[in-house]
């Protein structure tokens, strides 16, 4: 029996060890065996245990010793160990009602392929869903050229609740069932990747909180407002999810005063925009009247607005007035310092961010918070499910079997030792 637990202790220890020395080099530049001394605590001899081990796993490698340029020192070089950022792949992707579009990554998150592919239609059934999503990933890997056996985790943001298991509850909604037909589980028995599923509200605030706009805030929103709004909720650093992955939805701005319902800016613009060029009294010389009326979309109503067209400066001081309430509510709710816009036109939201700047003061007590438009365009979602994937990769690393390791091609498990 106290053989048995001091096995186990002893595995414990060793695999802490290795996540250690793991999660220290996973985004830092080579390291020395002291270097790994200084920041673990460990002692030279375990510290190079566990680097053979990690070597043998495939997630680092040991670097060639190079003595100083122009100098020379005696006694024995100091060994030198990197991580493997091509040790495999994750596959982020944004899965929106229109298209999927699924960005390959290295384990540090740099972009090897972007591939984008539409559905047939806001009504796509589920098969076709599934068939073009999985048909986008393997398009975006042959891109990038890795082994299937490199996918080490795929995420994918919907424009639906999730639950932590990656389902939509059924029956809560038609729409959302039909964006979320059990994509983790069926992804998963076609091509055998890991796959995780969440909101793409969500993913996109773990994008702000990594690369954007959210960077050093601890309690922020990130509010996607293409065609209707959802909201990724961070506090105290971490997504608020809520039960059943109903956090964010903003269904209830149907109760609030001058906003509802929860459509999104480019929505509103366009909706708005054809309903004034109906109206032949509402500014005659507006260019939006030179366009076909299915060309009168959100960004030419932004462009239009830029340019000082007097008709889309109207819808813009509209969209404002009515984004400064849908934040008011936010900011009063959550008490969150900065809120985020997100979506493919945030680039262009220069205007309504002044009136919502304006009006915020009007329904809101100091402090108030910033509001910022994202800097990453059409791309929030499908960062923030590399992030995801990265994440889930970096948690879960010595449960991974990387292709072509020693160690899994000996069936040994460095944690036995």
């Excluded at 384990?107 to 239609?121: D, E, K, N, Q």
């Excluded at 402090?367 to 990453?376: E, F, N």
């Excluded at 449960?399 to 069936?411: D, F, K, N, R, T």
Aim: charged fraction near 20%; charge should be negative.
């Amino acid at each position: 029996m106290g053989q048995k637990q001091m096995s186990a202790s002893t595995r414990q220890i060793r695999e802490a060890n290795l996540r250690a020395v793991l999660h220290r080099m996973w985004d830092s530049d080579p390291v020395t065996g002291s270097d790994l001394m200084a920041a673990t605590g460990l002692t030279r001899a375990t510290v190079h245990d566990v680097c053979e081990d990690l070597v043998r796993l495939g997630w680092i490698h040991e670097l060639e010793n190079q003595r100083e340029h122009g100098g020379y020192r005696m006694g024995r070089p100091a060994r030198r160990y990197a991580f493997r950022p091509t040790a495999g792949v994750v596959v982020g992707v944004d899965c929106g009602a229109h298209r999927a579009t699924a960005t390959v990554a290295d384990l540090r998150g740099h972009t090897l392929a972007h591939h984008s592919r539409a559905f047939s239609g806001p009504e796509h059934p589920p098969k076709e869903r599934l068939d073009v999503l999985g048909r986008t990933i393997r398009e975006a890997l042959e891109a990038a050229s890795p082994t299937a056996e490199q996918v080490l985790a795929v995420a994918v943001g919907v424009p639906a609740p999730v639950d932590v298991d990656g389902h939509t509850a059924a029956a809560a909604s038609s729409f959302w069932e039909r964006m979320n037909p059990d994509i983790a589980e069926q992804l998963a028995q076609r091509h055998g990747w890991t796959v995780l599923v969440d909101n793409d509200a969500n993913l996109a605030a773990l994008a702000e909180g990594w690369r954007g706009a959210g960077r050093g805030a601890t309690n922020f929103v990130t509010l996607l407002t293409g065609e209707r709004l959802g909201a990724g909720i961070v506090e105290g650093g971490r997504l608020l999810r809520g039960a059943r992955g109903r956090a964010g939805e903003m269904g209830f701005l149907d109760l609030v005063e001058g906003v509802g319902s929860p459509w999104g800016l480019a929505a509103l613009a366009r909706d708005w925009a054809w309903q004034a060029v109906r109206d032949p009294q509402a500014h005659p010389t507006s260019s939006l009247r030179k366009l076909d009326p299915q060309d009168i979309d959100a960004q030419a109503v932004f462009a239009a607005a830029a340019a000082a067209d007097p008709l889309a400066e109207e819808v813009v001081d509209r969209l404002g007035a009515r984004f400064a309430r849908v934040v008011s509510v936010l900011s009063v709710l959550l008490g969150v310092e900065r809120i985020v816009l997100a979506g493919a036109l945030a680039g262009s939201y220069t205007g309504v961010l002044q009136i919502i700047e304006r009006d915020l003061p009007l329904y809101v007590t100091p402090p108030l918070p910033t509001v910022v438009a994202s800097a990453l365009g059409g791309d929030a979602v499908s960062v923030g499910a590399v992030r995801q994937a990265l994440d889930h990769v970096f948690e879960h690393a010595l449960e991974i079997e990387l292709p072509g390791s020693v160690l899994g091609a000996q069936g040994q498990d460095p944690t036995s030792k």
